[in-house]
């Protein structure tokens, strides 16, 4: 007859045994990552949505529809690229290479261009992000 395999009570006996092997590193990671969370500057994540202009324009039938100025995949390319940031950087009255990079991505099956940045200063991160959805 096979001997059965070991069972939970086993188990928590044996972490129960080794409790301080357990706990103790444990509780030291907790604090220490804890520690380190205070010590790091905060960086916040600013994002917001634009939606490419769009004119009306109307058939040779007479029927009207709208019509994108500008593709949202070339809007997000151009912003990733950096493109636009001379313009918000005259516009704020700020030095070029203060302006942190942007992360800009057309959103799937939409036409709007989903624009991020992380920075220190929420605020100076909001006026620079206006800025770019204004451009």
């Not at 790091?40 to 994002?47: A, H, M, Q, T, Y």
């Not at 942190?100 to 991505?105: C, D, L, M, N, Q």
Request: proline share 5%; charged share 25%; glycine share 2%.
């Amino acid at each position: 007859m096979e001997e059965p395999g070991p069972e939970l009570i086993d188990y928590l006996e044996i972490c129960w045994k080794r409790k301080r092997l357990i706990l103790i590193p444990t509780l030291f990671l907790v604090l220490a990552a804890a520690a380190i969370s205070f010590v790091l500057p905060k960086v916040w994540e600013v994002s917001c949505a634009i939606l490419p202009s769009k004119i009306l324009t109307q058939n040779p039938q007479g029927f009207y529809g709208e019509a994108v100025l500008f593709d949202a995949k070339q809007i997000a390319s151009q912003i990733s690229e950096s493109s636009y940031n001379s313009k918000i950087a005259d516009e704020l009255k700020l030095d070029l290479k203060s302006i942190p990079k942007f992360k800009a991505v057309n959103t799937k099956d939409t036409n709007l261009v989903l624009i991020s940045m992380r920075h220190k200063d929420v605020e100076k991160a909001k006026l620079i992000l206006q800025a770019s959805s204004n451009s």
